[in-house]
């Protein structure tokens, strides 16, 4: 019982797509394969050994189409790859080698707005009778005199002026742009822009072979005082993707309460579930479960389950807009492996950031002086090896918090069994080999231990008993009642756990599986 349980190691994959563990992947931070210092597909497609090994079966790429921002989030041709990661044909052999390693590929689609340097905004800003002005969304000096400022903010953006005068021009019209006036708002009430987006998701589905999209500002398609045209506008795009790709996958962005996510899913049955990222990462800080997890989870997924029976929850701690995990945890790597069972183990594709295995580091609330803006420290380049020994490791920036000091290289992890890097492998492993894990229900266990959260998952008939110590000290709980069938370990996070008759010893910052 002193061993840590690897029953799992030759058990086959039950994780079938759409389930599965995912990855989210800033190309440019990734892996470098022509020796420039930024990430690119040749580099992408040497690693994907290493995340076939990790476990993950779909992988999720921030913007890859040219775009005169780091980030891409600004598109300026919705056609080709940007050349900072390669071209169109290297893209084409990372989906082939993906494919073939089971691997998926969803790829950001931002259709909200462009670029201000794609041509259709370069021409509409010509005036009125520019054959792309309607693309874009224009509104007179007296029109939008009480709406320039928005007085609200968002999770997404803290930009208060919604409408941007061209080139200084208060005069004559101003366009909208939710962000700021380098991405201005495509108008999608327009159909020509509407057919513009049908014919881009053809490219990238049918010729390029990507697996789906992830759809970026989803609630933002139309103003807010438009929500259910938002909503709307998602039903149908969801049915013209199925009509070019029948098993398209989406999964949405609305970075928002529950009550204002929900009216989505019935256009995207998969959004990002933020509230459960703040939710884990609380629970993880503080070593008690003192919001009750998992009633919060079940609450939100039956509300959501309510309102279509797809729903099917796209789960993550962090995201590339938010502080890194292990720094919101003040650095202590028992609080994130607790937070990153507590991901694996509840139901969900769950999504990982890149380089949160690894426990890279990064404070999006730092003062930033560099021309990259706070999001860049939580976009840093992944630490492969020491003194970039490794060929392909980044250095498109100087990176401010994830070094090769302060974050143990993945070279170093990786035959290390102690290691953060070890502890995914074979978390996500045994999710793999459980089709309680990956894709049951979730029930209450009736322990109600403040430092254990535990649950039990169902698939049919089989079920688990999951219990994570999420606390700094030794707990032991009782397996009575209904729990008494539950009497052999699957796995366990640490050694020093002990079931004796109805009583399990949980080791400090500890997770155990039983059947
Ligand atoms: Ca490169």
Same mark, same amino acid.
Request: overall charge neutral.
């Given at each position: 019982?002193?061993?840590?349980?690897?029953?799992?190691?030759?058990?086959?994959?039950?994780?079938?797509?759409?389930?599965?563990?995912?990855?989210?992947?800033f190309v440019m931070?990734?892996?470098?394969?022509d020796?420039n210092?930024k990430g690119d597909f040749k580099?992408l497609?040497?690693?994907?050994?290493?995340?076939?090994?990790?476990?993950?079966?779909?992988?999720?790429l921030m913007p890859i189409m040219p775009s005169d921002t780091y980030h891409k989030y600004h598109v300026t041709d919705y056609k080709n790859i940007d050349p900072d990661y390669g071209s169109l044909g290297d893209f084409k052999?990372f989906?082939?080698?993906?494919?073939?390693?089971?691997?998926?590929?969803?790829t950001d689609f931002v259709i909200n707005h462009t670029g201000n340097l794609h041509p259709w905004f370069i021409d509409?800003?010509?005036?009125?009778?520019?054959?792309?002005?309607?693309?874009?969304?224009?509104?007179?000096?007296?029109?939008?005199?009480?709406?320039?400022?928005?007085?609200?903010?968002?999770?997404?953006?803290?930009?208060?002026?919604?409408?941007?005068?061209?080139?200084?021009?208060?005069?004559?019209?101003?366009?909208?742009?939710?962000?700021?006036?380098l991405c201005p708002?495509l108008?999608?009430?327009?159909?020509?822009?509407?057919?513009e987006i049908?014919d881009i998701a053809?490219f990238w589905?049918?010729e390029v072979?990507v697996?789906?999209f992830?759809?970026d500002?989803?609630?933002?398609?139309?103003?807010?005082?438009?929500?259910?045209?938002?909503?709307?506008?998602?039903?149908?795009?969801?049915?013209?993707?199925?009509?070019?790709?029948?098993?398209?996958?989406?999964?949405?962005?609305?970075?928002?309460?529950?009550?204002?996510?929900?009216?989505?899913?019935?256009?995207?049955?998969?959004?990002?579930?933020?509230?459960?990222?703040?939710?884990?990462?609380?629970?993880?800080?503080?070593? &008690?479960?003192?919001?009750?997890?998992?009633?919060?989870? @079940?609450?939100?997924?039956?509300?959501? +389950? *309510?309102? %279509?029976? $797809?729903?099917?929850?796209?789960?993550?701690?962090?995201?590339?807009?938010?502080?890194?995990?292990?720094?919101?945890?003040?650095?202590?790597?028992?609080?994130?492996?607790?937070?990153?069972?507590?991901?694996?183990?509840?139901?969900?594709?769950?999504?990982?950031?890149?380089?949160?295995?690894?426990?890279?580091?990064?404070?999006?609330?730092?003062?930033?002086?560099?021309?990259?803006?706070?999001?860049?420290?939580?976009?840093?380049?992944?630490?492969?090896?020491?003194? &970039?020994?490794?060929?392909?490791?980044?250095?498109w920036? @100087?990176?401010?918090?994830?070094?090769? +000091? *302060?974050? %143990?290289? $993945?070279?170093?992890?990786?035959?290390?069994?102690?290691?953060?890097?070890?502890?995914?492998?074979?978390?996500?492993?045994?999710?793999?080999?459980?089709?309680?894990?990956?894709?049951?229900?979730?029930?209450?266990?009736?322990?109600?231990?403040?430092?254990?959260?535990?649950?039990?998952?169902?698939?049919?008939?089989?079920?688990?008993?999951?219990?994570?110590?999420?606390?700094?000290?030794?707990?032991?709980?009782?397996?009575?009642?209904?729990?008494?069938?539950?009497?052999?370990?699957?796995?366990?996070?640490?050694?020093?756990?002990?079931?004796?008759?109805?009583?399990? +010893?949980?080791?400090?910052?500890?997770?155990?599986?039983?059947?």
């Open positions: 019982m002193a061993l840590s349980s690897c029953k799992t190691e030759e058990q086959p994959n039950v994780a079938q797509w759409p389930y599965g563990v995912k990855y989210e992947i931070s990734f892996a470098d394969g020796g210092g580099g497609t040497a690693k994907l050994d290493y995340l076939k090994d990790l476990g993950i079966n779909g992988i999720w052999i989906i082939d080698e993906a494919h073939k390693r089971g691997i998926k590929v969803i509409a800003q010509k005036g009125p009778n520019s054959a792309y002005r309607d693309y874009y969304v224009w509104g007179k000096k007296d029109s939008i005199r009480n709406q320039i400022y928005k007085k609200a903010v968002s999770f997404d953006s803290d930009n208060i002026r919604k409408w941007h005068p061209v080139n200084g021009d208060t005069v004559s019209e101003q366009y909208y742009g939710y962000f700021n006036g708002d108008n999608l009430d327009n159909p020509k822009v509407k057919d049908l053809k589905l049918n072979k697996d789906g992830r759809m500002a989803a609630r933002h398609i139309f103003m807010d005082e438009r929500a259910s045209d938002n909503h709307a506008f998602w039903v149908w795009f969801r049915q013209e993707m199925e009509k070019i790709k029948p098993d398209v996958y989406l999964v949405g962005e609305v970075w928002s309460d529950s009550k204002t996510v929900a009216p989505y899913l019935k256009g995207l049955p998969s959004l990002f579930n933020f509230d459960l990222g703040y939710a884990i990462t609380n629970v993880a800080y503080s070593g &008690k479960d003192t919001i009750g997890l998992v009633k919060k989870y @079940k609450d939100i997924s039956d509300y959501y +389950k *309510s309102i %279509t029976t $797809e729903y099917l929850d796209a789960t993550f701690i962090k995201n590339h807009d938010q502080t890194r995990l292990l720094t919101e945890l003040k650095g202590d790597q028992n609080k994130a492996r607790m937070a990153a069972a507590l991901l694996l183990t509840l139901p969900g594709t769950p999504y990982l950031y890149y380089g949160e295995e690894i426990g890279m580091v990064g404070d999006k609330l730092k003062t930033y002086e560099d021309f990259f803006g706070p999001d860049a420290y939580v976009r840093e380049p992944f630490i492969w090896d020491t003194d &970039k020994k490794d060929p392909m490791q980044t250095s920036e @100087k990176p401010e918090f994830s070094t090769d +000091k *302060s974050v %143990t290289p $993945e070279t170093t992890q990786r035959n290390d069994p102690a290691s953060l890097l070890s502890f995914y492998r074979k978390l996500i492993r045994y999710r793999n080999s459980s089709q309680p894990l990956t894709q049951g229900s979730i029930d209450y266990s009736g322990i109600a231990v403040a430092e254990v959260v535990s649950f039990k998952r169902k698939f049919e008939a089989k079920e688990e008993l999951v219990l994570h110590n999420v606390s700094d000290v030794e707990v032991t709980v009782k397996l009575n009642g209904d729990n008494e069938k539950f009497n052999d370990v699957q796995y366990a996070s640490k050694e020093g756990y002990q079931l004796n008759g109805e009583e399990l +010893k949980l080791p400090a910052y500890s997770t155990i599986i039983l059947r």
